[in-house]
């Protein structure tokens, strides 16, 4: 596995900082995942923007440029496709704030922000036919996070406890309910329902990261003539919903066939499902 950090490509096991790093410190950094099949990334654009919107609301100025950051993610990429035998490659980046020489709340001034990637053997697409996918059991929880889920940090502990909680009960997932009972996101996804005929996801706000898959199925299901909805959806509409389905970089759009103990539809994935990834796999690498 080849890995960047701070200016350097080295073997992974070679990479290391300083237990002073900020973001070991205090989880202060952001980071972003970026799937890639055959060579090519997908959602790029897309990640870099968010990238950069996450560094300008930690207050980090973004080292590189637009065309450093393309290189070495197309670096990272070639390296890895070929070391790790993948057409699949996730390529990871993480930002923290930098290393300081003494631990203080307070964003330290003049400090060189860390930057650290990777890539790794990403997890093959889904199967694009209800016999064939594979479909996701979860559990239903009170989403305990703070109010800025919006940014993609790596202070990841909220999500990954939530996680913990749903496979302790048997479950892949955990989809999180906020104070009024309705559906932010899932611990490492962003949630759609069927509901009544029409597709429905949450709304954009600090409650939920904006996945990249999440823009990229709404943006490629309109060029199909098809409408998401985004709008607040109530537990009621989810349990009720026809078809359920969690969107990620790693899961693309996978089908959800219970939750809890609540078995969704027929309990298997769906027409709505298997045409929205069809869409999604036309227009993926071209959004
Ligand atoms: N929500 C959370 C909390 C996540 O961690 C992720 C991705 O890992 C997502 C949603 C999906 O985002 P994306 O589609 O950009 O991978």
Redesign the pocket.
């Known amino acids: 596995t080849t890995a960047f950090l701070n200016n350097a490509y080295m073997p992974l096991e070679q990479a290391s900082i300083s237990p002073m790093d900020r973001g070991f410190l205090f989880g202060d950094g952001i980071y972003e ?1 970026i799937p890639t099949h055959y060579g090519k990334p997908i959602g790029l654009q897309a990640h870099l923007s968010r990238m950069s919107d996450g560094l300008a609301e930690l207050q980090i100025d973004n080292p590189y440029s637009a065309q450093q950051w393309q290189t070495l993610i197309d670096t990272l990429i070639q390296r890895n496709r070929s070391e790790l035998g993948s057409d699949y490659i996730g390529v990871y980046l993480q930002i923290t704030r930098g290393t300081v020489m003494s631990r203080q709340h307070a964003y330290p001034q003049d400090i060189t922000p860390t930057v650290f990637g990777y890539g790794f053997t990403l997890a093959a697409p889904p199967a694009t036919t209800p016999e064939q996918v594979t479909t996701l059991d979860v559990a239903l929880l009170k989403d305990r996070r703070w109010e800025r889920c919006h940014i993609k940090s790596t202070s990841l502990l909220g ?1 990954v406890m939530h996680f913990e909680q749903g496979k302790a009960q048997g479950k892949q997932e955990a989809i999180l309910l906020n104070a009024h009972d309705e559906v932010t ?1 899932a ?4 949630v759609f329902v069927v509901w009544q005929g029409d597709i429905y996801t949450p709304p954009l706000d600090y409650q ?2 904006p ?4 823009k990229l199925v709404i943006e490629s299901l309109a060029k199909e003539g098809i409408a998401v909805y985004e709008q607040v959806i109530s537990k009621t509409m989810l349990l009720q919903a026809q078809e359920v389905w969690l ?3 790693s899961k693309e759009i996978t089908p959800v066939t219970h939750i809890d103990e609540q078995t969704i539809g027929e309990g298997q994935a769906g027409p709505v499902w298997e045409a929205a990834l069809a869409a999604f796999n036309k227009h993926k690498f071209t959004l």
Request: one cysteine or more; charged letters at 10%; aromatic letters at 0%.
């Open positions: 995942v999500n996101e611990s490492s996804c962003n939920l990261l996945g990249i898959t999440r969107t990620s970089s």
